[in-house]
C-alpha cells in the first residue's frame, strides 16, 4: 500500500472544501436572492393583499403627504399597489417574442446543421452566436430609433388591415412603441439563443437515422419532420423555455421600447405596456424615496412573482416534453 | 440592504478621503473670490497642506441640472481647484435625493426637495439651491407656427385623457385663428423618478381641480399617471426630446436646460398661462419676475415650491435646482463639499452668467443666496 503524504491528504482536504464550497454557490445564492426577495415582499403582501395580482393600479401615493397605517404596515397616503398591467405585458411580449421565434430559429438551426459546410457554416454560426452578443441595451437604441417608426409607419398600418378578422389588430396604430415592438425586439434577443441550442441538437441526430431516411426516400423535409424533430424534441421545449425566460426577464431593451405604460391594460397589438422587469429597473430610484418604503416592497413582490413565473414556465416545459414523450411512446407500443 | 451597502460606500469614500492627507484646496484658493461673506471660510480649513492627493465629489440625478454641472460647471471648476475630482451623472432626481440619503454620492442633484416625512427619517440632508431652473411645455404639432397657449387646467384635462384631439374646443378657444389638425394627442411623460415630473405634475394640482383633489393623481417625482391609450413614457429629459421629435402631435414637459437643444429638433414650446391670467413665455424675464415674487417666502429649510407663483408675468413653472447633500461628512470630504458649493451658488462663479445663459437658468436671487450659504456651512459641522 501506498503511504499516504500529509501534503497530499492536504491538498485532498482543500480540493474537498473548494469543490464544496464552489459546488454549493449556485444553490445559496439562489436561496439567498429568494429569501431576501421574499422578506422584502411581506410587507407589501400584507399591505395589498390578492389585491396586487388582478388590481389595476399601480399608485405610490401621495409621497409629500402623511404617512398612512394599514394591516398593521406603513405607507404613503393613498398608495395601492396592483400589478396586473405588467404581468400581461410580461407574458404578452414574451408569448409574442417566442411564436416568432419558433420558426426562424427552427429553420436557420437546420441551414446551419444540415444544408452550410465548411468555412460557410463556421462563419453563419458565429454571426448567430454575436447576435446574442449584442448588448440589449443597443438593441433597444435600434428598436426606438428604426423599428418603432417603422412599426408605427408600416408593420402596425398593414397588420391594422386584418383587423376585422382578428380584432386584437384593429388600430389605433398608435406611436410605435408598444406590445409588437417589444415582442419583435424580444424575438430577436432570443432567436440566437434557441438557434444555438437547436443546431447542437440537431447535429445529435446520429447520421444513420438519416441516411436511413433518404435512403427509404423520403424527402429532405420529411427527414427533418419525421427523424429528426421527434429526435430533439425534448431539446428543443428546453430551448424555447430557456427563451422564454429569457424573454420574461429582459430589462433593457423593453424598457425603451415598451411605451411604458402605467394603469393600463394592452386593449389591441399596438398598445404601449409595461413589463415586471421593467417596471423594477424604472420605478426603483423613485420607489427609494418613498419614506415608508412600502414601494421599494411593492417593487420587490413584483420581482417574486417574475421569478414564480420564470419557474412556472420553465416546469409548464418540462411537464409538456413528458407529457408529449409517454404519449409517443405508449402509440409506437401500440403500433408494433 | 441599500442602506447599509451604501453605508460601506460612504465609510470606504470618506477613509480614502482620509488618506488622501487632507489634500483640500492649496494652489486655487485665490481664485475663489466669491462676492459672499462665508465663501473664504470653506477653504481656510484645508489650505497649507501639499495637495498630492485628490478628493472625488460625485453627483448624480437631475436630468434638467445634468448640462450645467458636466458640461459647464466640471470643466471650469478645475481651474479654481485642480485638487478636486467632479463626475457627474444625469439619473433623475428620484435617483439624486436616494443615492445621497444612501452616501452613495456626496451631491445628490434634484429639481424636488424632499418630503416632510423623508426629512425626518433622515434629519441630516440639508436641501441647497443652486440655481433657479424653469420648465416648459413642448409638442410637435407639424404645421403650427408660433407658440400655443395653453393652460395647466387644459394640460390637465389632455394628461388625464379628457381632451384626446388636438382640434379640441378648449384648445382652440385658448388659440383663436390657429388651425389645429384633427389628430390624436400624444401625451409623453417621464418613466424614472423625475423633477420635471415633480414640477410639471405640481403645476396641474394647482391648475386642474380633478389633478390636485384629493383622489386625483396628484404630484411627486413619479406619480400613478392615469391610464390614457395613446399615451407613451419616456426616461430623462433627452428620452422626451427624442420622443417628441420622433412622434408627430405628441406633447411633453422639458426642462429648458434642454430649449435650445429640443427647438433645433424642430419642437414649439407654449406659452403657459400665469396666476394673473396672462400668457407667457419662460423668457429670462419672466422666470425672474416668478422668482422676485417668491424669495421672501424661502425659509430657511429653503424646501418651497415656486410653481404658480402670482404676478402678471411670472411664468408658472420655474424651480430650485437643488444639492441635497448629507451634513454629516469627514474633514477633507467637508471642506472640498464646501468649497465647490460655495463657489457654485456665487455670482462670480458657478452662478455667473456665462455659465447660466446657455442653460438658460437664473442665479439665486441675493435674498436667498444667504440662506443657501447658512445651510452649506452646516456641512461637516
Known amino acids: ?137 443597443v438593441i433597444g437604441l435600434w428598436g426606438i430609433i428604426t423599428l418603432a417608426p417603422w412599426v408605427r409607419d408600416n408593420l402596425a398600418v398593414w397588420l391594422s388591415h386584418l383587423g376585422p378578422v382578428v380584432p386584437y389588430l384593429r388600430g389605433p396604430v398608435g406611436t410605435g412603441l408598444g406590445l409588437l415592438s417589444s415582442g419583435l425586439v424580444l424575438a430577436i434577443m432570443i432567436v440566437p439563443i434557441i438557434t444555438a441550442t437547436t443546431r447542437d441538437l440537431l447535429m445529435q441526430v446520429p447520421i444513420l437515422y438519416r441516411e436511413g431516411g433518404i435512403g427509404l426516400g423520403m424527402t429532405t423535409w420529411e427527414v427533418v419532420r419525421y427523424i429528426c424533430m421527434p429526435f430533439i424534441r425534448d431539446g428543443f421545449v428546453g430551448a424555447l423555455a430557456l427563451g422564454w425566460g429569457r424573454a420574461m426577464g429582459e430589462t433593457m431593451a423593453v424598457l425603451m421600447v415598451s411605451g411604458s405604460a402605467m394603469n393600463l391594460l394592452p386593449h389591441n397589438l399596438y398598445s404601449p405596456i409595461s413589463t415586471m422587469a421593467a417596471v423594477i429597473a424604472d420605478q426603483l430610484d423613485s420607489a427609494l424615496t418613498d419614506a415608508s418604503q412600502m414601494a421599494v416592497h411593492a417593487l420587490a413582490e413584483l420581482a417574486l412573482i417574475l421569478m414564480v413565473l420564470t419557474l412556472l414556465t420553465n416546469f409548464l416545459a418540462r411537464w409538456l416534453v413528458t407529457r408529449t414523450g409517454r404519449r409517443r411512446s405508449t402509440k409506437a407500443g401500440v403500433a408494433a | 440592504m441599500m442602506k447599509q451597502s451604501g453605508k460601506w460606500i460612504a465609510v470606504s469614500v470618506t477613509a480614502a478621503g482620509l488618506i488622501a492627507s487632507l489634500a483640500g484646496c492649496g494652489t486655487g484658493a485665490g481664485n475663489n473670490t466669491s462676492g459672499s461673506g462665508t465663501a473664504g471660510n470653506a477653504s481656510g480649513n484645508a489650505t497649507g497642506t501639499s495637495a498630492s492627493g485628490a478628493v472625488t465629489l460625485n453627483e448624480t440625478g437631475s436630468s434638467l441640472l445634468y448640462p450645467l454641472f458636466n458640461n459647464q460647471w466640471i470643466a471650469a471648476y478645475q481651474s479654481v481647484d485642480p485638487s478636486v475630482k467632479l463626475t457627474a451623472a444625469s439619473t433623475g432626481s428620484g435617483t439624486g435625493i436616494s443615492q445621497a440619503i444612501a452616501g452613495t454620492v456626496q451631491i445628490g442633484a434634484s429639481d424636488a426637495y424632499m418630503s416632510d416625512a423623508q426629512i425626518a427619517q433622515s434629519p441630516n440632508m440639508l436641501n441647497i439651491p443652486l440655481a433657479i431652473s424653469a420648465q416648459q411645455i413642448m409638442y410637435n404639432l407639424p404645421g403650427v407656427k408660433g407658440h400655443l397657449k395653453l393652460t395647466g387646467d387644459v394640460l390637465g384635462q389632455i394628461y388625464l ?208 443666496a444667504p440662506k443657501s450659504q447658512a445651510q452649506i456651512n452646516q456641512i461637516g459641522s
Open chain 1, 1 to 137: 500500500m501506498r503511504k499516504v503524504s500529509s501534503a497530499s491528504k492536504n491538498a485532498d482536504r482543500v480540493f474537498r472544501v473548494a469543490t464544496g464550497v464552489a459546488a454549493s454557490s449556485p444553490v445559496v445564492f439562489l436561496v439567498v436572492i429568494a429569501l431576501i426577495v421574499l422578506v422584502q415582499a411581506i410587507p407589501s403582501m400584507k399591505f395589498n393583499g390578492w389585491h396586487f395580482i388582478y388590481g389595476i393600479q399601480w399608485n405610490m401615493g401621495n409621497l409629500y403627504g402623511a404617512l398612512e397605517h394599514k394591516n398593521g404596515v406603513t405607507a404613503a397616503a393613498g398608495a395601492s399597489y396592483a400589478a396586473l398591467p405588467f404581468i400581461v405585458g410580461t407574458l404578452a411580449s414574451s408569448i409574442i417574442a417566442i411564436l416568432i421565434a419558433i420558426p426562424i430559429s427552427m429553420f436557420t438551426a437546420l441551414i446551419l446543421a444540415y444544408r452550410v459546410r465548411g468555412v460557410l457554416q463556421w462563419i453563419l454560426s458565429i454571426l448567430v452566436e454575436l447576435l446574442a452578443g449584442i448588448p440589449s441595451v
Open chain 2, 161 to 368: 385623457g379628457k381632451i384626446t384631439y388636438w382640434d379640441d374646443a378648449a384648445i382652440k378657444a385658448l388659440n383663436p385663428g390657429v388651425s389645429l389638425p384633427h389628430k390624436p394627442i400624444v401625451p409623453v411623460r417621464r418613466t424614472d423618478g423625475s423633477g420635471d415630473t415633480f414640477l410639471f405634475t405640481q403645476f396641474l394640482s394647482d391648475t386642474n381641480k380633478t389633478w390636485g383633489s384629493s383622489s386625483g393623481p396628484n404630484y411627486g417625482t413619479s406619480i400613478s399617471w392615469p391610464a390614457v391609450a395613446s399615451e407613451v413614457g419616456a426616461k430623462g429629459n433627452d428620452g422626451v426630446v427624442s420622443q417628441l421629435a420622433n412622434t408627430p402631435y405628441s406633447i411633453g414637459y422639458v426642462g429648458i436646460s434642454w430649449l435650445d437643444k429640443a427647438t433645433q429638433k424642430g419642437l414649439g414650446y407654449a406659452a403657459l398661462q400665469n396666476k394673473s391670467g396672462n400668457f407667457v413665455l419662460p423668457t429670462q424675464a419672466n422666470i425672474q419676475a416668478a422668482a422676485s415674487t417668491m424669495v421672501s417666502q424661502v425659509p430657511a429649510s429653503e424646501r418651497i415650491s415656486l410653481i404658480y407663483s402670482p404676478g402678471a408675468n411670472s411664468y408658472p413653472i420655474i424651480n430650485f435646482e437643488y444639492a441635497i447633500v448629507n451634513k454629516q461628512q469627514s474633514g477633507a470630504t467637508a471642506a472640498a463639499l464646501k468649497k465647490f458649493l460655495n463657489w457654485a451658488i456665487s455670482p462670480s462663479g458657478g452662478d455667473s452668467s456665462q455659465y447660466m445663459t446657455p442653460v438658460h437658468f437664473l442665479p439665486l436671487p441675493a435674498s436667498v
